[in-house]
């Protein structure tokens, strides 16, 4: 919640951090199950913003803790993996955008 108002203010580099740091201090199955998705969104806010290596980076993130689920296929996992897979679109179309202006 506390990394949501972060990102809800614009603090992007923050709200990674509270990530992070609940996933450090947490074994907890909804923190790693979440992950993913927590990843996706600071990479659809970095995106926002126009900064496009930190989508690339939180992007990488989000794919990393969805892999590290090992869950199998019908998982809700998959969920996430369409979502990661829209952002990362959405970044192809933003760099290619970036590059031909």
Do not use: K, W
């Amino acid at each position: 919640m506390i990394a949501q108002a972060c990102l809800d203010s614009g603090q992007l580099g923050r709200a990674e951090l509270l990530i992070a740091e609940a996933l450090e201090v947490t074994s907890s199955p909804f923190a790693s199950f979440y992950a993913p998705e927590a990843h996706r969104v600071a990479a659809e806010h970095r995106l926002l913003i126009g900064d496009l290596p930190g989508a690339r980076e939180a992007l990488r993130r989000a794919r990393s803790t969805c892999l590290a689920l090992e869950a199998p296929l019908e998982s809700p996992a998959l969920h996430f993996e369409r979502n990661i897979a829209r952002t990362e679109d959405a970044l192809r179309r933003e760099t290619r955008g970036a590059r031909s202006s």
